[in-house]
């Protein structure tokens, strides 16, 4: 049973809009939470992180909302760009670096 | 700054075969943890590490072990391979248990 989902496979965005992407969890225990950007070939790099005492958390073009009661968290992307083209993954956790992923999404963003 | 860094990129392998996926960070991080990757799933945790001699399984353990003579080195040992092993296997570290984990570019394993 995924304790992480990302329902939608993928999404296509046009250049200077906002790309939302969105993620689900089941385990109320999860604390801690983060997304993370994947380039082909590439590892997942670290894009932001909201921990379970924030509703929201920003860092430049990227804003992280989390809804505890909902078991909710999204991604905000704004203005998207070409470069924002991905593999987006949600992850969680209980605390600790034992991580639990969702199966992503791919990004598209057109220029 | 090499960060973490996984060898080799590609591997493949014949059923039964042994092999170690080795993983160094310069990084000085106490966790480590090893995770592979199948089409259409996320990363799932094989085994972690919290420290230097300090083991554990993750939620997807048969087939591998880990040992942590070092900070720096974490090898993943696969004992007697099989197909269902094909995957991309990523390393990652992180400082504390509550700061995010850098990854490595990772390791494409085909068993045939």
């Known amino acids: 049973d995924q304790q992480v989902k990302q329902n939608s496979p993928s999404l296509s965005v046009q250049e200077g809009r906002i790309s939302i992407l969105n993620c689900d969890y089941t385990n109320s225990m999860f604390d801690y939470f983060l997304w993370y950007k994947k380039y082909p070939a590439e590892g997942p790099t670290f894009l932001i992180s909201?921990?379970?005492?924030?509703d929201k958390n920003e860092d430049g073009r990227f804003t992280v909302f989390l809804n505890k009661s909902a078991k909710h968290l999204s991604l905000h992307i704004v203005p998207s760009q070409p470069g924002d083209s991905a593999v987006y993954f949600c992850a969680a956790s209980e605390g600790g670096n034992k991580l639990v992923f969702g199966a992503g999404t791919i990004l598209r963003v057109k220029s | 700054n090499a960060g973490v860094t996984q060898t080799p990129k590609f591997q493949v392998l014949k059923t039964g075969q042994s092999m170690t996926l080795q993983c160094a960070q310069d990084?000085?991080?106490?966790?480590m943890s090893w995770y592979r990757q199948d089409p259409g799933m996320g990363l799932r945790l094989i085994h972690y590490?919290?420290?230097?001699?300090?083991?554990d399984q993750g939620e997807v353990p048969n087939g591998y072990n880990v040992s942590r003579s070092t900070t720096e080195d974490f090898p993943l040992r696969l004992l007697s391979a099989a197909p269902s092993q094909t995957s991309v296997y990523f390393c990652?570290?992180?400082?504390?248990?509550?700061?995010?984990?850098?990854f490595g570019q990772g390791t494409r394993l085909t068993v045939v």
């Open positions: 590490s919290v420290g230097a001699g300090i083991t």
């Open positions: 990084m000085n991080h106490e966790y």
């Open positions: 909201i921990s379970s005492i924030k």
């Open positions: 990652a570290s992180s400082f504390t248990e509550s700061t995010e984990a850098f």
